[in-house]
């Protein structure tokens, strides 16, 4: 069975910092790219961050960039985000998302909810 399961969430204080886990299992976590978005209610789903199969790579949103690092470690098929300087804007359910780019296939996990608030 194909899984892939984020873990991490929690409450933080403004300013603070949390890592994000994203554990993979049932299918070759190394072929594929992962990404991270996240979603807060009542808006749409937005791109946080992206890395290459190999970790050789990586991009951010805007929103994020300086404060978020994406990084993978495919011997332990676990990906990462590590969240810094948090804002109560980051406040969101995060979702890892991983695609094998020469096929289109595509899973995602069922998401671990952040909250930024003192």
């Known amino acids: 069975q194909v899984q892939l399961v984020e873990s991490g969430g929690g409450l933080v204080q403004p300013g603070g910092s949390l890592r994000l886990s994203c554990a993979a299992s049932g299918f070759t976590f190394s072929g594929y790219a992962m990404s991270w978005y996240r979603q807060a209610p009542g808006k749409e789903r937005e791109w946080v961050a992206h890395?290459?199969?190999?970790?050789?790579?990586?991009n951010y949103a805007d929103s994020v960039k300086g404060r978020f690092t994406i990084s993978r470690d495919n011997a332990k098929n676990t990906g990462y985000l590590e969240m810094n300087s948090l804002k109560p804007e980051d406040t969101a359910a995060y979702y890892c998302?991983?695609?094998?780019?020469?096929?289109?296939?595509?899973?995602w996990g069922q998401g671990t909810q952040v909250t930024v608030s003192s």
């Open positions: 998302k991983v695609v094998r780019v020469s096929t289109g296939n595509s899973y």
């Open positions: 890395i290459t199969s190999t970790g050789g790579i990586t």
